[in-house]
């Protein structure tokens, strides 16, 4: 990665919108409209943001004219973003070692609930 | 905001725009009671918290409102301790305070909510407050000193004991 890639990746990862459409799009591709929904802000306010981001590589809106899927292309994003996959990959083991316990809990239905008498 | 429509099976992290706040969300197939109960019970608490290939020794547990807790994560002759406050507790919503000791500064307000979905599911949603973006930054790296391990050797031990 050039350093003015680098420059333009950092740039356009300076606003809390743009960080936060990325962050979203570490979870799969979605729409415009998708991604504008917890916003109170317009489509294309949106879109613009998704522009800086496209400009500097960051995602790629797909083809398909009904859906233009937007694409974060993980490469550039890697250096960048690593913290935040890192933290959900951690959360994910977490909870599935939390899965094997209350499936514990599951097999012992008859078991008294907490305050119960008996 | 998150639909309960939307799958959740898997976590997923939303880092918010407006405070330097993250959001994990995960669907469990258990009930409200039985998720409380897996967080509240330190002998249970203490078998899924990790990481890994960590052991987790639980030092002080008083759960209760107003209460506090400290436990100790132990890989060989490493051991990092976290200590913190239970604000309240309650079987729908959990809020407590959390502290890496290896950063005494450094404290974050943990809230966690238990919804029913139906068919035995409950939905987790945790989030982390801490008191600046710059803070939220370095409180995710942090936290990544403890080490990640991508195996899931300790589940399926878990599995076969249960």
């Not at chain 1, 003015?4 to 356009?12: G, P, V, Y």
């Not at chain 2, 249970?44 to 990481?51: I, K, T």
């Not at chain 2, 309240?88 to 029913?116: A, K, M």
Request: aromatic letters at 8%; one cysteine or more; glycine letters at 6%.
């Amino acid at each position: 990665m050039t350093t003015d890639q680098l420059s333009r990746t950092f740039a356009a990862l300076a606003d809390p919108t743009r960080r936060d459409l990325v962050a979203r799009l570490t979870l799969g591709d979605a729409t415009l409209t998708e991604l504008a929904a917890p916003y109170a802000m317009s489509l294309q306010a949106v879109s613009k943001h998704l522009t800086v981001l496209e400009r500097a590589g960051l995602v790629s809106r797909g083809k398909d004219a009904q859906r233009k899927p937007v694409h974060l292309q993980p490469s550039v994003l890697e250096p960048v973003t690593d913290w935040l996959e890192t933290y959900r990959r951690q959360a994910e083991e977490r909870y599935q070692r939390l899965d094997a316990v209350l499936a514990g809990l599951s097999a012992t239905p008859n078991e008294a609930p907490a305050g119960g008498t008996r | 905001m998150t639909s309960t429509m939307t799958d959740h099976s898997k976590a997923s992290i939303e880092a918010d725009p407006q405070v330097p706040l993250i959001r994990i969300t995960r669907d469990f197939t258990a009930t409200p009671d039985q998720l409380f109960k897996a967080h509240t019970d330190p002998e249970l608490y203490a078998r899924w918290v990790g990481p890994n290939d960590i052991t987790t020794r639980i030092d002080h547990w008083d759960c209760r409102t107003g209460g506090s807790w400290a436990f100790s994560n132990i890989r060989g002759d490493d051991s990092y301790s976290f200590h913190g406050c239970f604000h309240e507790i309650s079987p729908s919503r959990l809020v407590q305070t959390f502290t890496f000791d290896g950063w005494p500064d450094g404290v974050s307000l943990e809230t966690l909510t238990f919804t029913d979905l139906g068919n035995g599911r409950t939905r987790l949603v945790a989030t982390s407050l801490v008191d600046s973006f710059e803070g939220r930054d370095q409180w995710l790296a942090s936290g990544m000193d403890v080490g990640v391990n991508d195996g899931y050797a300790k589940l399926d031990t878990l599995l076969t004991e249960i």
